[in-house]
C-alpha cells in the first residue's frame, strides 16, 4: 500500500520563526510535490522535485524554499513565517515516466501562523 | 492558459439520488484528467483517471466519470449518492505530451458535496 507521511498534522508558529515541514514517501517515487490548500483557491503548487537535489518552481514559490537531500524525503521550508502562509500544506508524490502516474498524497499539515 | 473549472462550490443531494459533479478543462492538446476526493482534515485521496480509450471511466466508491471532447468536460458521477460521499471534490488534469512542469496536474478549485439522509 502507497504511503505518504507528513511530519505534523496540525503546527503552530510565530510571526518571524523557521519552520520545517517534512514529507517522506516509501513507493521509491521519483517526483514530489509541495502544495498549499487555502478555501476558494484549491490546490497550489508551490515547489516540485523530479529527483534527488532537484527542484523547481512551481506557481506561488514566494517565501518558501525547499530541500531533497533523498529521495524518500522532501522538506519544505518557510524562512520567516508569515500570517499570510497560515494554510494547508499537503506534500504528494509520483513516479517518474511518459504516462501520467497518479499522485498520492500525504495527509496534509495544518499550519497556524500567530 | 491552461486551467480547470469546477462551476459549482457546492452540490446538495439527498441520499440514493445520483449525483454529478461537473469539470470542464482548457488545456493545449489532448488531455489527462483525474477526480480526487478529500475527506475532512485528511489528504487527497484519488478517485479515477482517464488516460484514452473508453470515455465512461469507472473508479473507487462506485464513482465514474464521462470524458466529453468536444464539451471539454469530465463529469464526476454516482448513480446512488450515499452520506458517506460528503466530502470535497477535485478535478485535475494534465496536458498530454508535455513533461517537466509543464506536465504537473492543473487543479480546480474544488466542490463541496453534501448529501443529507
Known amino acids: 500500500d502507497v504511503k505518504v507521511t507528513q511530519s505534523s498534522r496540525y503546527l503552530v508558529k510565530r510571526t518571524g520563526e523557521k519552520v520545517f515541514l517534512e514529507c517522506v514517501q516509501d513507493m521509491d517515487h521519483e517526483n514530489m510535490f509541495w502544495y498549499r490548500q487555502d478555501p476558494g483557491l484549491g490546490l497550489r503548487l508551490i515547489y516540485f522535485?523530479?529527483?534527488?537535489?532537484?527542484?523547481e518552481k512551481g506557481d506561488i514559490p514566494e517565501g518558501y524554499s525547499v530541500s531533497r537531500e533523498k529521495k524518500e524525503r522532501f522538506s519544505l521550508i518557510l524562512e520567516s513565517a508569515s500570517t499570510n502562509q497560515t494554510s494547508m500544506y499537503l506534500c504528494?508524490?509520483?513516479?517518474?515516466?511518459?504516462?501520467?502516474?497518479?499522485?498520492?498524497f500525504g495527509p496534509g499539515t495544518r499550519l497556524t501562523v500567530l | 492558459a491552461q486551467s480547470v473549472a469546477q462551476p459549482e462550490d457546492q452540490v446538495n443531494v439527498a441520499e440514493g439520488n445520483p449525483l454529478t459533479v461537473k469539470c470542464t478543462y482548457s488545456v493545449s492538446g489532448n488531455p489527462y484528467l483525474f477526480w480526487y476526493v478529500q475527506y475532512p482534515n485528511r489528504g487527497l485521496q484519488f478517485l479515477l483517471k482517464y488516460i484514452t480509450g473508453d470515455n465512461l471511466v469507472k473508479g473507487s466508491y462506485g464513482f465514474e466519470a464521462e470524458f466529453n471532447k468536444s464539451q471539454t468536460s469530465f463529469h464526476l458521477k454516482k448513480p446512488s449518492a450515499l452520506v458517506s460521499d460528503s466530502a470535497l471534490y477535485f478535478c485535475a488534469v494534465r496536458p498530454m505530451n508535455y513533461g517537466g512542469s509543464q506536465g504537473n496536474l492543473i487543479f480546480g478549485k474544488g466542490t463541496k458535496l453534501s448529501v443529507k439522509p
Open positions: 522535485s523530479y529527483d534527488v537535489k532537484m527542484k
Open positions: 504528494a508524490s509520483r513516479r517518474a515516466g511518459g504516462r501520467p502516474d497518479t499522485q498520492y
